[in-house]
């Protein structure tokens, strides 16, 4: 069982920046792959970035590429979502998600390759 918070969301004017955290918590010392996905009101749940459990691979959804970066921390089971340059398009409720056990050291995408959630941390962008 993985226990994930994310903090850091909040109101910005178009133009500014965010960081998003994401702390990761369980009873084993593995590391595994994660991602930020965002939801928009009456839209489908995206992905926005991936990096995988090494960190050596990462990856971005096309309307963040060049904004956003996706990095771990030290303690290899927390998660950063730099956000700039951000957009009123950008406004939504932003999860980190965790996957275990993946054989590939590369970035998941999809949706359903992730089990855990965070509760998610609101961005707002005001135009």
């Known amino acids: 069982q993985v226990q994930l918070v994310e903090s850091g969301g909040g109101l910005v004017l178009t133009g500014g920046s965010l960081t998003l955290s994401c702390v990761a918590s369980?009873?084993?010392?593995?590391?595994?792959?994660m991602a930020w996905f965002r939801q928009a009101p009456g839209k489908e749940r995206e992905i926005v970035a991936a990096?995988?459990?090494?960190?050596?691979?990462?990856y971005y959804g096309d309307s963040v590429k060049g904004r956003f970066a996706i990095t771990r921390g030290n303690a290899a089971k927390t998660l950063f979502l730099q956000m700039n340059n951000l957009k009123p398009e950008d406004t939504a409720l932003y999860y980190c998600?965790?996957?275990?056990?993946?054989?590939?050291?590369?970035?998941?995408?999809?949706?359903?390759?992730?089990?855990?959630w965070g509760q998610g941390t609101q961005v707002t962008v005001s135009a």
């Open positions: 990096i995988s459990w090494s960190g050596n691979g990462e």
């Open positions: 998600a965790a996957k275990t056990g993946s054989l590939l050291d590369i970035p998941y995408t999809a949706l359903n390759e992730y089990r855990y």
């Open positions: 369980d009873r084993t010392s593995s590391t595994y792959a």
